[in-house]
């Protein structure tokens, strides 16, 4: 008589390589919107302007970012995913470069915006890429993509300050155009192609948004994606200019180094998928947000050591957060999932614009105090409807 063997078959994973080569073409894409912040205080200077109006100016990017994601979530059916990527990461070097030579903060802004819409189209088509061709491996193959994009808060903003030390602040944009050809020709040979997924029948290109805002479950993971982005732009917009004055009193060169507590977020953000595929998404997003919240606590202190250790758990506890937001995402929504998508990044970089401008409004009028207690208020209103958060989809 034959024997049945009865043989558990272990979830499916994604190979070291491959998170790597994710986590690259994420660096690549997003390292634009984060590196500028580390010279906002240059900038500030080269322009004549106050905190509050750089910041609002350098995340003006969110804007764009916001709209296309809208755009590409609903006109992205029938787009070949490989190719739209390489051609926005190409293109997207044309305004970086031009930044470099933006004779006022208008045309700084405005280009800023521009480069927002053609980053959000890469981003957001590179996540549909994955949750269509991951989809067992969706939460890890996104954990993999967060961990670049944390990569480009620190290594960008790194670098961004060591080039602007050599060639000033402005000319520094013409290094991350380099990079952004960079992230094209690496999407061109890296990736592969796949069949996208038209919409069906004749369904108008806003039945997708009705639908997947008609879902309580999507819907409270998009205010969580906008409350986790007001937050972390609210702080690292104006930490700097906090840092390079009394008591601190960092210079520029001190300060790029100060972005290396974004160094401990590289090594736990990986981790999401694995903590979020065992504890689910109400346990992990509330968690990670506490431990955001108590970094909040330590940046009001007058030592620099608790400061920078403050920064550290804000970016642990946040991308963390993210990564978990970013894959529930694309593993609740029913069908079109780069219309979720893009209504997730839209209410992801609307919290980072509404940040950059309600945050820096309470810096300008009432201090550091005041705008860690607007931060603090968002991530503590993020981590409620965390709890909330199941694997399901629901009406």
Known sequence: MDQIVTQTIAPPTLSPARSLLIAVIGFLTLVD?????????????????????????????TLGMAVAGLLVGAFSANVERKRAITLSLLILSAPTALLAFAPNLTAFA??????????????????????ERCEDR?????????????????IGRLTAAFVAGLVG??????????????????????????????????????????????????????????????????????????????PHALSMGALGLVFLVFAPSMLTTPAAGRVT?????????????????????????????AVLVGMSLVGIGTFFAQAVATGHVGRIADGDKAAASGLYLSA??????????????????????????GVFAALSLAAVLGAGLVLKVGK
């Open 138 to 154: 969706t939460a890890a193959a996104l954990a993999a993509y967060v961990t670049g994009v944390v990569a480009s808060n620190l």
């Open 110 to 131: 405005l280009l800023r915006v521009i480069q927002g819409l053609f980053m959000a189209t890469a981003f957001t088509l590179t996540l549909t890429h994955l949750a």
């Open 33 to 61: 919107l984060f590196a500028t912040q580390a010279i906002l205080p240059s900038l500030a200077i080269e322009y004549g302007v106050t905190a509050s109006e750089i910041g609002v100016a350098a995340n003006s990017t």
């Open 169 to 246: 602040a402005t000319s520094s944009f013409l290094f991350f155009a380099a990079l952004n050809i960079a992230g094209s020709l690496l999407v061109a040979f890296a990736l592969t192609r796949n069949e996208p997924e038209p919409i069906a029948g004749n369904a108008r290109f806003w039945s997708a948004w009705a639908r997947h805002l008609a879902q309580s479950a999507l819907r409270r993971t998009f205010a969580i994606g906008f409350l986790i982005l007001f937050g972390f732009i609210g702080v690292f917009t104006y930490v700097g200019f906090v840092l390079m004055r009394p």
């Open 348 to 373: 992801y970089y609307c919290g980072g614009l509404f940040g950059a401008a309600a945050i820096g409004q309470l810096f300008d009028r009432f201090g550091w105090f005041a705008a860690v207690g």
């Open 277 to 305: 595929d065992r504890y689910g998404p109400a346990v992990t997003v509330p968690a990670s947000l506490a431990i955001a919240l108590l970094g909040l606590v330590l940046l009001l202190l007058p030592n620099l050591a």
